[in-house]
């Protein structure tokens, strides 16, 4: 295994733990390739933030008005958060105008798009399955 890198996604950090192995084993890349990487030509292009949103409900079959809404549970959350990021790849959309959709600031998007990147790093379980699912979708 001289050029293949693990992406760590236990929290134990024990060298013997048979759950960080295994999914550790289950989830390799080779060196300097990232494991989520968004290829331009895979993916639909939406014209406004608004038809993200739609298809983002539509896959998670969750109504909008839970995405729009003020509540801070995980299943609002991460959808919420994925909402903002796929807003901002997917479409010529400013923060703001993606805001908007979902009666938020500009700086509330900002740190969304940053989250869900921090956690595809550190490989949030939640957050990873949320985002398979709608990246094997909306392509």
């Given at each position: 295994?001289?050029?293949?890198?693990?992406?760590?996604?236990?929290?134990?950090?024990?060298?013997?733990?048979?759950?960080?192995?295994?999914?550790?084993?289950?989830?390799?890349?080779?060196?300097?390739?990232?494991?989520f990487e968004t290829n331009s030509d895979d993916v639909h292009s939406f014209e406004t933030p608004e038809?993200?949103?739609?298809?983002?409900?539509?896959?998670?079959?969750?109504?909008?008005?839970?995405?729009?809404?003020?509540?801070?549970?995980?299943?609002?959350?991460?959808?919420?958060?994925?909402?903002?990021?796929?807003?901002?790849k997917l479409t010529n959309a400013t923060y703001q105008e993606i805001g908007d959709v979902i009666n938020?600031?500009?700086?509330?998007?900002?740190?969304?798009?940053?989250?869900?990147?921090?956690?595809?790093?550190?490989?949030?379980?939640?957050?990873?399955?949320?985002?398979?699912?709608?990246?094997?979708?909306?392509?």
């Open positions: 295994m001289n050029n293949i890198e693990t992406q760590s996604i236990c929290q134990c950090n024990k060298p013997d733990c048979y759950f960080c192995w295994l999914r550790t084993r289950e989830y390799t890349t080779t060196a300097n390739t990232p494991m038809s993200v949103l739609i298809e983002i409900c539509r896959i998670l079959d969750m109504p909008p008005h839970l995405i729009k809404s003020d509540l801070r549970i995980l299943k609002c959350t991460i959808p919420r958060q994925l909402y903002c990021y796929f807003a901002r938020r600031i500009h700086s509330t998007v900002l740190h969304s798009c940053k989250k869900i990147e921090k956690n595809l790093e550190i490989y949030d379980v939640q957050t990873v399955y949320y985002y398979r699912k709608l990246k094997m979708l909306i392509r």
